[in-house]
């Protein structure tokens, strides 16, 4: 069964002092995408994912890069590495905080706005879920989230979206056991959501075992060119 590494990203600075935990450095980023370019990487969408039938279809070496919360610094440093490298990503949109800052945080980064959601290249850019009001589905009832579901299809739909439905827990966080977890993924096929993405830092294999627990790597700003290959290959075994 071929791999599918799933890259997970945040915030992109400008400044290498600043590159730790979820910030990481332009020079870091474009140090990985040049690696990923010379290897011969082939990056996908997810909607590519549902093209591929079988898996002498699927490419040699294929990833997923994945940016969580639609940051402008994203759209400032990170989109033009993308081109530059011939990759695309996704971008998971937490659609309350748009044109805003990211107060579940540190309220110091700005959001996009629908403008510059609207203006990313489709080609290079798939816009994916992040839930409404970035909360953690495990500390919410099914009626809470449904409601965060409805309050997202209303944003998408009066903005003019095109978001794919694959949807970036929140923090990684679902119900992972017992009625909770099974009537968490019932609601995310009542919502024909193709794809759940959670963290858990190993590396996939398609076809995909559950579209609901898919695994992401956590690229933190602080981890060295080394650090990132092993990470891309292994996952956490080396961790």
């Not at 990056?43 to 279809?57: E, V």
């Not at 449904?146 to 990684?172: K, R």
């Not at 909770?180 to 993405?197: M, S, T």
């Amino acid at each position: 069964m071929p791999k599918l590494p799933i890259l997970m990203y945040h915030s992109v600075s400008a400044n290498l002092r600043e590159s730790k935990d979820l910030t990481i450095a332009a020079s870091k980023l474009e140090e990985q995408f040049a690696y990923l370019q010379e290897k011969g990487y082939k990056s996908l969408h997810f909607k590519d994912l549902q093209d591929i039938k079988k898996s002498t279809d699927f490419p040699k070496k294929a990833v997923i890069i994945t940016f969580d919360d639609v940051y402008v610094n994203q759209l400032e440093l990170a989109y033009p590495l993308l081109k530059k490298y011939g990759l695309k990503a996704c971008f998971f949109v937490p659609f309350k905080y748009v044109n805003e800052t990211d107060s579940w945080n540190k309220n110091n980064e700005k959001i996009m706005s629908v403008a510059q959601l609207q203006s990313l290249d489709s080609e290079v850019i798939e816009l994916g879920l992040h839930s409404f009001s970035h909360k953690k589905y495990h500390e919410m009832s099914i009626e809470d989230i449904q409601e965060d579901f409805d309050l997202c299809q209303e944003f998408i739909t009066e903005n003019n979206l095109e978001v794919h439905n694959t949807l970036a827990y929140p923090y990684g966080k679902f119900p992972r056991k017992g009625e909770e977890k099974v009537q968490f993924f019932d609601l995310l096929q009542k919502n024909k959501i193709a794809y759940g993405l959670r963290i858990g830092n190993r590396v996939n294999r398609f076809p995909l075992k559950n579209n609901y627990e898919i695994q992401r790597l956590d690229i933190k700003g602080d981890m060295s060119l080394v650090t990132f290959k092993r990470k891309l290959k292994f996952g956490k075994l080396f961790f």
